[in-house]
């Protein structure tokens, strides 16, 4: 039997009782078919790059998404429709997207993964969500046996989440259409690291070759870029999501915590914020398990933890933000039981 070990960034996972390679959509449902018709439990394997596998393996199928392919439809003066594969590399595709002259990717550059992946958690970072350029989502429902096609409503996007995440393993991802602009300046710099990187004002643009390169550059400072050198990699990116809260509890954060109002009145702070000023510190670790030196909300394989390693490290970072919260003094019912 295989490690899955293998297939993740985090470079942990116990065996695989049986893993089959898709490499074309009809194999993808042709498998899951089989798999569902024979009772056994399915793990579908994109990029394996958010993802904790136990250290006891799957007992099950893994199946691994392997299917490549993009179309192309575009006008010239006005932008494109490209359909890609669930199978190919998410960065890779950006890249060939700034490479053909389209923009709307530049700010997703450098996340690992595949184009599958991309919809199902909503991906974003510096201030933009892959939702704002997904036309539509092909995939397989399992529950009710037949393909299906899902406009950008229909895939019901929110912050790191859609349907595919709340309806988990109901759909299998075979295809998603971008629509992206022609153009060689980005969309509106949203996110303040990002445009003191670049020099420009909050709401300004700049040339899409630009904004990739510095994010790139950002995210590997921060240890966010697969690098066989840089142990840091060895993450499922951000294993903590940014809190939303209702503006009363925002109301009583501290002064100087981070603030981003939402749409619907609710306000997002900074996980990042709250672990360090609740004492979990960059490099502290637990067995083989890391928090990374570079980016606190960044898990590690420092070279041998196990899965348990990191769901421990991950529970004491939890309790440490528990812990100071009730200090702050600003903790509700609904929230302690969230914390727990």
């Known amino acids: 039997m295989e490690a899955l070990s293998n297939f993740t960034t985090l470079k942990v996972g116990g065996p695989a009782q049986k893993i089959v ?3 074309t959509e009809d194999e993808l449902v042709e498998f899951v078919k089989t798999a569902d018709k024979a009772g056994e439990q399915v793990l579908i394997l994109g990029g394996g790059s958010n993802l904790l596998i136990s250290d006891a393996g799957f007992a099950g199928t893994v199946i691994r998404v392997e299917s490549k392919g993009n179309a192309l439809d575009y006008d010239a003066c006005s932008g494109g429709m490209i359909e890609v594969s669930a199978g190919e590399d998410w960065d890779k595709f950006v890249a060939l997207t700034i490479e053909k002259g389209f923009a709307d990717l530049e700010s997703l550059s450098g996340i690992p993964g595949t184009i599958g992946g991309a919809p199902i958690q909503n991906i974003g970072a510096y201030g933009h969500e892959v939702s704002e350029t997904i036309a ?3 995939a397989y429902d399992r529950k009710k046996g037949e393909i299906t096609t899902f406009t950008n409503e229909q895939c019901q996007f929110s912050y790191r989440n859609s349907v595919f995440k709340s309806e988990a393993g109901r759909y299998v991802i075979l295809n998603v259409t971008f629509q992206l602009r022609k153009g060689e ?5 949203t996110y303040a690291e990002l445009a003191k990187f670049l020099s420009i004002k909050i709401g300004d643009r700049a040339p899409v070759v630009e ?9 590997g400072r921060k240890g966010m870029l697969i690098d066989a050198g840089d142990v840091n990699s060895n993450s499922a990116g951000s294993f903590f999501v940014n809190p939303i809260l209702n503006k009363e509890i925002a109301d009583k954060l501290p002064a100087d915590a981070p603030r981003w109002p939402q749409t619907d009145g609710r306000v997002k ?3 990042a914020w709250l672990m360090e000023h609740a004492g ?3 490099g502290e670790k637990l067995a083989g398990a890391q928090i990374s030196s570079k980016h606190v909300l960044a898990l590690t394989n420092s070279g041998d933890a196990t899965a348990g390693d990191i769901v421990e490290l991950a529970k004491m970072a939890r309790a440490k933000v528990f812990e100071k919260l009730i200090k702050w003094s600003w903790i509700t019912p609904s929230i302690s039981a969230i914390g727990r």
């Open 21 to 23: 390679h898709a490499h």
């Open 136 to 138: 539509r989502v092909k």
């Open 185 to 189: 300046q980005s969309l509106p710099i």
């Open 211 to 219: 904004v990739r390169n510095a994010v790139l550059q950002l995210r």
């Open 269 to 271: 702070t900074s996980a």
């Open 280 to 282: 979990v510190n960059k």
